[in-house]
């Protein structure tokens, strides 16, 4: 039996499905310094970057004269500085680090000054003489496709296309007694972690260490590499804790460690990047704008027989991590159910405007807003129930997704939409809130359901793997080296958990650290739901290595069979005999004299998966989360303004590796959902973004949280990670909005298509419909 | 004030009595951190929208991002580096911890100072007490609901020990 | 947005010396009281001011107090203090209403409400309220001090009725009169630390059924806090009930110009100030001590 099965069946777990108290909590209430910023020094230079102003235009001359005669600015840095690639594109090589002769979204970074502070490095930035030749901008992605729009880049204005092609939709719409047609519309987000993006870039000789908040170690040692010509071992990367990273880290510091590095490797001194508060709406990545048009078609039975899909996604000036992100959505395009006839068409679109990326939910949450909202509307048009319709399609074992997929285990959605129904009474509730509306004059309420699922892992069948190191120390402690970075999430918490499990000891016994290029092979990065499974899975490979030689040690101490070992708190005994023991500590000591290994890499290996690209069919993904989100809201009728009352979430997540953690993460995803569906937008004149800061862009506070007072957690293993257990930081969120404005639609009678749902769209929407009526 | 501009301010950081030259186009803000190495206050938006900054002036919660460095001369300030022995401090400290109410960490500095002052000009705070100290602090990662849990928890057990 | 660019820093020891310091250097100086609003405008480069006079430390323009028939707010009475304050909440509620949703406990702490009504933010919380309580704002300048009504001191967006050598430093207001009622609404984009989308006061006073006087404000419709007279006239003198209100309130449109930002567009802003004017009045005439 491998390791992984022997996990699963593992009995009298100590730590495993407990909730503990966060390590780190301590230190953070302490305020303890613990981020990039915190780690300033005098002497370190400052870096500024220089901005495009234009949304579109061609460099002419750039003059750095002026900028050079500022007392304290020690150069600055353009494209023709740069050693080795000038590229830093994710997908598709078409972002330079700094722009050479066009700019193509205002905020694109053209020049970096670097100085002896802070002051001298603004000054000199603003002293950066650069000509451009303005040159037509588009700003809408239907716009970039026609063809007299203006070219973005030099292969046009599509960045990429992606298809699905199940069974046949024809066939399946002829089928349909019910057919729904919508195009549905959802807007840019900002992540707005507290912390901005930070790095600080240190040279050595021949080699330069970053030291930043992150979600991807070693694909900024990749970039700083790429930019500089280095090999890779000549570039170490070191996490610090993040502020907040939510996707935008994953794209964004790959992106800046290359100018921090450059800068510091030109001078020769340690160099401080930090984003300011605007610079970071401005010109960091976005959740991706997206149109789509979808057409669903079921029988009067309630079964779905048909989908067609048009997704197009905006990219804004640079591909980034868009191919993945369409890819991503196209392959759940039809939501968590089993549609036999599936046409999915995606584009991924070029505007001048800010680059998208990567942002919790990675592309999901605007599919599932479309997807959602047709399971509502043709249910409404069945006169069944949304839950039963959901239920007479939902995914089960040997069904097959969107893209073909059979999945085989860990497919809970059915069980957790049917336990969440019946725990907040589904029926009886809507019932309740249909009488409370026809007695209410001024506030309606209403409640709705949204199921989702979400592929753990990369996308596009793309390798992937992980690592992490243990070192049992000759005391008995253990200090765990994780590949997954600490953004607040906890995975490495989780990770812990499994370590201390497999060897017996209790977590205080674990010393977690981050991320170190230098100390661990390739994790890969912290992004796609696979921090705890990948990364966990990888710390449980290495914990069962050195489990055995502890159990092989301890047997040689107590004279016993290696089979009779139990480890339990931290104290060896013989399962026959408990009487006859040693303490773990004793055990570590003697790991060392007798010369057994006392460190352990461990790793993990993704399953195979399989894509072809000419129908887009294949085994998309090792395994799904599935999550089902139940609003309830209440609609001032006077003002439009909604209010979410509370948001009852389930998921099937494998095995619960700590509870509690995972309910601090739907908790978050609920939120920033809430902010993606009523408040949040990035608003543009002229390719500029007008709402640069936390006044005008809109995130919920305190007073806007909502509750979340029911949890479910179901539990179906999945065999392929320890203990079975799936990621489920980005669940949450991805069924929030279709679950909020399908709860709206319950209230009013009114489908909001597009996001957010601000008080005017209701207010308007519900004024003319009284128009209608009267 | 000398010929440069600079001027010499007296307060009190943490207790301590403090004499030290300032830029007068410093904030308390950068005064903390780049001067002092006071480093719970974070910088999250420079621009009073944010609250991750939050220390007390005379007892009271500001945002230091939004007072200039001489104004806080013959003042008090406090971060939470000066709350480690402080009652409420540390009730909050306990709880936040137990209800797990701290995810990255970044904004905790500044909604432990503005809990501290709530808690101690109201023992017994309702929600809306909680909520009306803690909404000039955004929270991006924890939707609020074990801050505001903690919050309410260690009112409640400052009062059974008061 | 920007760091704080250097600047000669000015503190008087009395009021007295902070009027002659602004005598002398005017145009080029701005008073630096509370700096909730300065400080991001001097960082977004709005303003680039070469002198501050901070006159935080003048505790004399510290005060809130009842003299003869009038309150007197200083100008650096805190919204906190006020908020806070017995006798605002027992007098002038309306204004107490406001402070309760002005940006959030930091800012209360710091702001002041002598800043709040300087920065002339057309959607500025505590100008509405100030407008029906008929506040008087007192100045002071090298030349000698004049009071000027709040109605003439807003004069564009961020832009107010003060000589650049004039320091606002005292507003005056009178209770509210018996058997009045009165409401302060904010409508904003989320449940605190918001700008207002629209913001409305009301003031009404009666005389048994009728309404002797009707006083409305609202905030962030026009370029400056604006009082809705013909709206007001629409009340006076008439029996208040639910239907009077309602179509009063709809001629409050014709007395605003709102535009469309990014806080929100002119047409919500319309129907808005409808709305807010309606649910104020009503809650004015349910808040009527009998």
């Known amino acids: 039996m491998g390791y992984l099965e022997e996990l699963l069946v593992k009995e009298g777990l100590s730590l495993v499905g407990k909730r503990v108290s966060r390590p780190d909590a301590l230190d953070k209430v302490l305020g303890r310094p613990l981020f990039t910023a915190d780690k300033l020094t005098r002497g370190m230079l400052w870096a500024k970057i220089v901005r495009s102003k234009y949304p579109h235009a061609i460099i002419k001359r750039i003059d750095k004269g002026k900028a050079l005669g500022v007392p304290g600015v020690l150069t600055v840095l353009t494209a023709e500085d740069i050693p080795g690639e000038n590229q830093i594109g994710y997908a598709i090589p078409d972002q330079p680090l700094l722009a050479m002769d066009k700019v193509r979204f205002v905020g694109e970074p053209v020049a970096v000054v670097v100085a002896e502070n802070e002051e001298a490095a603004e000054k000199g930035a603003e002293l950066v003489e650069i000509e451009y030749e303005s040159l037509p901008a588009v700003f809408d992605p239907l716009e970039a496709l026609k063809p007299v729009a203006p070219r973005i880049h030099e292969s046009g204005n599509i960045a990429t296309t992606t298809i699905i092609r199940k069974g046949d939709v024809e066939k399946g719409f002829r089928e349909a007694d019910v057919i729904v047609e919508n195009t549905y519309k959802t807007q840019r987000q900002e992540h707005a972690y507290l912390e901005t993006e930070t790095v600080i870039a240190v040279p050595e000789i021949n080699k330069v260490t970053i030291l930043a908040c992150m979600q991807s170690p070693w694909l900024i040692r990749r970039m700083v590499a790429k930019v500089l010509g280095y090999k890779q071992s000549k570039v170490r990367v070191i996490e610090l804790p993040a502020g907040g990273a939510f996707g935008g880290k994953d794209d964004m510091i790959p992106m800046i460690a290359p100018i921090a590095a450059l800068a510091a490797v030109k001078t020769g001194k340690p160099v401080f990047l930090m984003f300011k508060r605007d610079e970071t709406f401005e010109a960091s990545n976005k959740r991706h704008p997206s149109i789509i048009r979808y057409k669903s078609g079921a029988t009067k039975d309630g079964k779905l027989v048909a989908v067609e899909i048009e997704i197009i996604y905006e990219t804004g000036a640079y591909a980034n991590r868009g191919p993945f992100v369409l890819w991503r959505a196209t392959a759940h395009a039809a939501g968590p159910y089993e549609v036999p006839n599936v046409k999915v068409d995606g584009k991924l679109v070029y505007t001048n405007r800010v680059f998208s990326g990567s942002f919790r939910g990675f592309g999901d949450p605007q599919i599932h807003f479309a997807a959602e909202s047709q399971m509502d509307e043709l249910a409404a048009k069945l006169g069944m129930d949304p839950v039963e319709f959901r239920l007479k399609n939902i995914l089960k074992p040997g069904l097959t997704t969107t893209c073909g997929q059979v999945v085989d285990q860990s497919v809970g959605v059915e069980e957790a939409l049917r336990k969440l129904a019946e725990k907040i009474n589904w029926e009886k509730r809507k019932r309740e809130i249909e009488e409370y509306n026809r007695e209410s004059k001024r506030k309606l309420k209403g409640i709705g359901v949204a199921c989702a699922y979400h592929g753990i892992s990369t996308s596009r069948g793309a390798p992937d793997w992980s690592a992490a190191a243990v070192i049992i120390n000759e005391d008995g402690t253990i200090t765990y080296k994780g590949g997954i970075c600490r953004l607040g999430q906890g995975s490495l918490i989780g990770h812990a958990k499994i370590v201390a499990e497999i060897l017996g000891v209790p977590l205080s016994y674990i010393q977690i650290e981050g991320p170190d290029t230098d100390a661990i092979p390739e994790a890969r990065p912290t992004h796609g739901s696979r921090g705890l499974m990948t990364g966990g899975t990888a710390a449980a490979d290495a914990a069962s290595k050195l489990r055995r030689n502890i159990v092989r040690v301890a047997s040689e101490m107590l004279e016993c069979k290696t089979e009779d070992i139990e480890i339990k708190d931290a104290l060896i005994y013989v399962k026959p005999d408990p009487s006859r023991n040693i303490p773990f500590s004793e055990a570590a000591k003697e790991l060392y004299v007798r010369g057994y290994e006392t460190a352990a890499y461990g790793f993990y290996r993704a399953p195979k998966r399989f894509f072809d690209p000419k129908t887009g069919l294949g085994v998309a993904y090792g395994v799904y989360v599935y999550i089902v989100n139940i609003a309830e809201v209440e609609v001032d009728t006077w003002t439009g303004q909604v209010k979410v009352e509370r948001v009852h979430t389930a998921a099937d997540v494998g095995k619960a590796i700590d509870p509690d953690l995972i309910e601090q993460q739907f908790h978050g995803a609920i939120a920033q959902g809430l902010g993606l569906t009523l408040t949040e937008d990035i608003v543009f004149s002229d390719g500029k973004i007008l709402n640069n800061n936390y006044t005008d862009y809109v995130i919920p506070t305190v007073k806007d949280r909502v509750e979340v007072p029911t949890v479910v957690l179901v539990e179906q293993p999945y065999k392929g990670a320890a203990f079975g257990a799936k990621g489920v930081a980005e669940a949450a969120l991805i069924p929030t909005p279709p679950a909020i404005t399908n709860a709206i639609r319950h209230a009013t009678g009114i489908r909001f298509k597009e996001l957010p749902v601000t008080p005017e769209k209701v207010y308007f929407a519900l004024k003319k419909r009284r128009g209608e009526k009267s | 004030m000398n010929e440069t501009g600079n001027l010499k301010i007296k307060f009190t950081l943490n207790g301590k009595p403090i004499e030290y030259m300032v830029k007068p186009n410093w904030t308390l803000l950068d005064l903390l951190r780049k001067e002092l190495s006071v480093l719970s206050p974070k910088e999250g938006c420079s621009r009073g929208d944010c609250g991750a900054c939050t220390v007390l002036l005379n007892g009271k919660p500001v945002n230091s991002c939004l007072v200039l460095a001489p104004q806080i001369d013959g003042k008090e300030i406090v971060t939470v580096e000066g709350l480690i022995e402080d009652k409420e401090f540390k009730a909050l400290k306990e709880t936040f911890i137990e209800k797990g109410a701290v995810q990255c960490g970044f904004c905790t500095p500044g909604i432990i100072v503005s809990a501290v002052a709530l808690l101690r000009e109201k023992g017994n705070p309702t929600v809306q007490d909680i909520e009306e100290a803690l909404e000039g602090n955004l929270c991006r990662c924890t939707g609020y609901i074990r801050i505001i849990e903690a919050v309410k928890q260690a009112a409640e057990k400052l009062q059974k020990t008061s | ?290």
């Open chain 3, 1 to 290: 947005m920007k760091l704080i660019p250097p600047y000669r820093y000015l503190r008087p020891k009395n009021l007295q010396e902070a009027v002659e310091q602004l005598g002398r250097y005017g145009e080029e100086a701005k008073i630096l009281a509370g700096g909730t609003d300065l400080i991001p405008m001097i960082r977004d480069c709005l303003i680039t001011p070469k002198t501050m006079i901070d006159i935080s430390f003048l505790d004399e323009l510290r005060y809130i107090r009842e003299e003869g028939d009038m309150i007197k707010i200083g100008a650096l009475a805190t919204h906190s203090e006020i908020l806070k304050s017995p006798l605002i909440n027992g007098k002038t509620g309306v204004l107490a209403k406001a402070e309760k949703v002005l940006g959030a406990t930091q800012i209360r702490n710091r702001g002041t409400i002598g800043g709040n009504l300087c920065n002339a933010s057309p959607a500025a919380d505590t100008a509405p309220p100030l407008m029906v309580l008929n506040a008087k704002l007192k100045a002071i300048s090298v030349e000698g001090e004049r009071i000027i009504p709040i109605e003439e001191f807003f004069t564009g967006p961020r832009k107010n009725a003060l000589k650049p050598n004039e320091i606002l430093v005292e507003v005056q207001v009178s209770p509210e009169p018996e058997k009045s009622g009165s409401s302060f609404i904010k409508l904003g984009r989320r449940r605190a630390l918001t700008l207002s989308v629209v913001s409305t006061a009301a003031l009404i006073v009666m005389d048994g059924v009728k309404c002797r006087d009707a006083r409305i404000a609202l905030g962030a419709v026009a370029p400056t806090p604006v009082r809705a007279k013909e709206t007001e006239k629409l009340l006076i003198n008439k029996e208040l009930n639910g239907e009077v209100i309602s179509s009063a309130a709809e001629k409050v449109v014709e007395e605003i110009n709102p535009i469309t930002d990014v806080r929100g567009s002119a047409e919500y802003r319309r129907e808005m100030s409808k709305v807010l004017t309606k649910r104020c009045l009503l809650e004015a005439l349910e808040s009527v001590k009998r």
